[in-house]
């Protein structure tokens, strides 16, 4: 029926004239919405004028049809941009209203901090423990054996006046006054080799004042194998050094005495304040005395039942406490244990 | 120890200057403390010659002197009767200083000018009393010569550490000694060349009856001894080596002590009473009065030096007073022996008494310094009295010899400890400046070793010495790769504990570290009977002050302190925790301290704050801000009424159950409890209503986690509202850690996400006023464990009372979710599962629906 192709033909002149201006013009979203309807719904125009194609000879859809869709390419192709335009254009509305003071004070949520031993002293860990120490602990009432007999330090040996010590039974019962106990604890359980950092907390029977403090925390390393030597030590040391106060950091190895250890060893490193130049921390020295350390004696294996001939090894410690103020630069050490929230939030 | 650098000099000549010293000593490890320059105590006085002496116009006992400094002429008042026309006299110019404080000015003595003074030897410091008025200069000192320096008065004292392994360097000649081994210096001895005169009476017997802890007493008499002042170079070594000088006789032991280390007693041996000189254990209840003043009574460990009529001194420790040489005493009987070195602590350390021969002998001594000590100081008595005292015949008692120490060691022993690569020559040389007689051995070397180095026991002993010799800066400092250690169980643990703070500290919760140590009051404070903390905790024998006299059960009582200090600071959101052990005694046959470590938290105000401007922030923290806080530890369970000691709130606090064991608590303090804490509380109105920081205990309170569901009900929030009283309420929880730990590190299994939409239904419920959520939970959970039922979640989204409400009756609004693994649920599904709760619910408590 050419009559029908004609019709076909005008109403889609007619309808492409008026509906792309139509949409053009539509002032809101939900008159966009309508129109959308309007051309492109189930029964709207243009769905209906599409579906009208079948209707017509072969030859003539075969023509038309091409021409259909692509007025409705283009009809959605405009309906969609201009949706965007009217969406952007209402939002833009909406905040030009909205008022509000970006400077009013946060949500303070998690305002809690770590204290600056627990900082310092997992810190301090982390190092040996990448080193291949181990984390170990200790229980902090000790007994006379753990904490002094199995160390080399024999009833009514004078090194005892180095470590006052609190007693809580006679039983020889006290609070532990190093770390160094956890040491005999680790030997006397596992066959060498042994390797183990041992963070914890220590006490030591003395007035408390800026410098001293009756409970403080100390890090304890001890390696235990076949051929370790005093150079393995000095490496090992001079690496924990660097890597708590910088990988230039100097350090000096002086003789000294603890029962447990021959040879011992005192190391300084440079003044992390003054950079060895001199201050008052370093009491002008350029240096300051950061740990201790040595060869375990061979009594100490004989203790726990190592062969001193088979077995050699070093151990170490280090005040935490110390590290911590000079690392804050916290000028009395009663400051870590008032638990003023003023000063612990601060770190 | 106080070195005098001049003194140290005249044993070993360094040539080092005290800098340099100090140095040399630090390699050697001993560290110097302090560095003192003894000056001697003036300046600007010279040797002046008389050029005429007047008498003065004004006044009878003085006398106008005109001196000659070579420079100048001087006129100068003088009341000194010694003085002749060409003497040579210290003259302290004007501006001149004097040990006592004195500065010298022009001036004028009774109408005389004064152009400075003529000084006695007192006035220089010299000597202590001025017994010969000016001090003569030899006559051949050239004029204007600084009398300091001619008299070599400037010194340098060292206070040098010294290692409690190494008594034997406790004097100058000891030290010395160390030194030149280690220069490879020539050490001259005091000892050298002394010839005692030793004439008189052999020695009073002397009678070893502990031979254990007194192998060998040398005792020796001086008679006719006159005791009096030493004269000034003595007392001035010993005032700078921190020693007050007594007599001569008293002085003459000390200088001894810290020139050759060896401690001595001198007795007044008039006052022995005789036949015999005992060294024996003290009977238990024998008193000695000590030359400290003090008495002090003895028991069987305390070797004393006894007569006929007891003790007369502590052995090795303190002298007796009534046997004390004074200015009266003319015979001594002068004491070196050597002591056991713990005999002599043990004994010091139980009479609390601390001295120079204790500290020496406690450390060890040279048993072979014993004689040679008493010698030398018999020789300076001798020498130093006028006129010369008389030396008898020593007397020793040498009753046991132990062999000497031999340590044989091999060059291996040296290089494979130390790691080094020393050549066997080069270790010789060390180990010989220290052993002398050192022997060669197919394996290395026969040491026979020193008396006086108590230190040296085996071949790590040698490698240290070697080290020390070389210098610690000749190890090398590069570690091998090291074997690789065994992995051991448990590690997890202390990354657990870390995750732990963090958490909290995220929460908002500062952390805090308190003492161990808690007082008898702290105790009782916290609710602990006096019979409970007699029975169950753990005290101090020596505690610092009866503040810290127990080790604290709990971290409450710090928290609570901290607690209170930053209230009156000011501060008024106060969130803090704690990581800590806690203690009491283990029961019979276990371990006698049961060590267990805390996780604590205090909270007051806030939350998250006090003051934020949104007010729905500035809420005050309730008890399900801590059921919430505890649960994100893990899903504990709960169950009402916590602290049995009246610490905690009777209603608001719960305990926290872990596989079906308590495991910690959490609630408000004890309104009464704070009150005796010194925290401000709102006044309680009795009749318990609302005296529990508002918040109303007939609201009963339980369980309030669910597994995988987050507690989001804040029942009674509505009834706690913000105010002062509530911002002031105080809350606690703490958990015992060591079993959860490895909770937390242990190993996590994924369970399938449902991947289908859930439906949720909201539900009204009216129920009875005395129903606790944890019955009505239970009877849920059993739903959602049944697999059948498609229940999975369950949520309490609103809690409400009031007028609305039929009496005893309140209301709660659930949240259920339901869904089906294998399908997407349908609404009937979901209605008809609605149905059957609703059916279980009023059954067993008879909650229906609201209208």
Known sequence: MPGDTKVWEEKWTALQESCLPAVEAAADLDSLENLRIKYLGRKGVLTELLAALKDLPVADRRRLGPLGNDLRSRLEALLEARKRGLFKAAVDQDLAGVKADMSLPATPHGTGTLHPLTQTMEELTAVLNRLGFQTEEGPLVETDYYNFEALNIPPEHPARDMHDTFYVGKDGLLLRTHTSPVQIRKMLNSAPPVRIVVPGRVFRHEAVDASHSAVFHQIEGLYVDRDVTMVDLKGTLLHFARAMFGSRTQARFKPSYFPFTEPSVEVDVQCLLCGGGGCGVCKQSGWLEMLGAGMVHPNVFRAVGYDPSAWKGFAFGIGVDRVAMLRYEITDIRLLYQNDLRFLTQF | MKISHAWLQEFVNSGLSPEALQEKLLLLGFEVAAVQRVGPGFANVVCAQILDIRKHPNADRLSLCRVSDGAGEFSVVCGATNIQVGQKVPLARIGAKLPNGRLIQDTRIRGETSQGMLCSAEELGLAEADVNGIHLLDGTVSLGRDVAELMNLSDTVLDVEITPNRPDCLSHYGLARELAAYLGLSLRSPLEGLELAEEGEISVPVKILAPEACPRYVGRSLSAVRVGPSPGWLARRLSACGFRPINNVADVTNYVLIELGHPLHAFDQDLLRGPEIRVRWASEGERLLGLDGKTHLLDGQTLVIADAGGPVALAGILGGSASSVTDKTRNVFLESAFFQPACIRKAARRLGIKTESSYRFERGSDIAMAELAGRRAADLICRLTQPPARAGRARDEYVKKDPPVVIEAGEK??????????????????????????????????????????????????????????????????????????????????????????????????????????????????????????????????????????????????????????????????????????????????????????????????????????????????????????????????????????????????????????????????????????????????????????????????????????????????????????????????????????????????????????????????????????????????????????????????????????????????????????RTIKDEEVDESVVKILAKMSERFGIRLRE
């Open chain 2, 413 to 822: 022993d040296i290089n494979g400890l130390l790691g080094t690569g020393f050549s066997p020559e080069r270790i010789e040389g060390r180990l010989k400046a220290i052993c002398p007689r050192l022997e060669k051995t197919p394996g290395g070397w026969r040491l026979p070793v020193e008396t006086h180095r108590l230190d040296l026991t085996s071949a790590a002993d040698l490698a240290e010495e070697v080290a020390r010799f070389e210098g610690y800066q000749s190890v090398g400092s590069e570690p091998r790769p090291a074997s690789v250690p065994p992995v051991t169980e448990g590690e997890g643990r202390y990354a657990a504990l870390s995750r732990l703070r963090r958490h909290f500290a995220s929460l908002g919760f500062s952390e805090a570290y308190n003492y161990d140590f808690v007082s008898k009051k702290d105790l009782s404070d916290c609710g602990y009977p006096d019979s409970e903390i007699e029975s169950s905790l753990v005290k101090l024998l020596n505690p610092l002050s009866s503040d810290w006299a127990y080790l604290r059960p709990t971290l409450y009582i710090g928290l609570l302190k901290n607690l209170v200090y930053n209230l009156d600071h000011g501060c008024a959101d106060v969130r803090l925790f704690e990581v800590g052990h806690c203690y009491e005694k283990g029961p019979e046959g276990s371990r006698p301290v049961i060590e267990r470590r805390f996780l604590a938290a205090v909270l007051c105000g806030g939350y998250p704050s006090q003051f934020h401007w949104q007010k729905a922030k500035a809420r005050p923290v309730d008890v399900y801000d801590l059921k919430g806080f505890v649960s994100s530890i893990l899903p504990f369970d709960f169950e009402a009424g916590a602290h049995a000691r009246g610490f905690l709130h009777p209603k608001i606090s719960c305990r926290a159950l872990w596989k079906g064991s308590a495991v910690g608590e959490l609630g408000q303090m004890h309104p009464a409890a704070a009150q005796s804490w010194g925290i401000k509380m709102a006044v309680p109105r009795g009749r318990g209503t609302g005296g529990a920081g508002g918040a109303d205990p007939a609201v009963p309170r339980g369980r309030g986690i669910l597994r995988g569901a987050s507690d989001t009900g804040r029942g009674a929030g509505d009834s706690q509202r913000a105010g002062a009283a509530d911002l002031k309420t105080i809350w606690f929880f703490q958990i015992v850690l060591d079993e959860l730990l490895g909770e937390f590190s242990a190993r996590r299994k994924m369970a399938p996400v449902d991947a289908l939409p859930a439906s949720s239904r909201d539900l009204s419920l009216l129920v009875d006023e005395a129903l606790a959520w944890r019955s009505l939970l239970e009877e849920i959970e059993s739903v959602i464990r049944d697999p059948a039922e498609p229940l999975v979640e369950a949520h309490l989204v609103d809690v409400y009372s009031g007028e609305k409400l039929p009496p005893q009756k309140k209301g709660w609004t659930l949240r259920l979710v339901f869904s089906r693994q294998d």
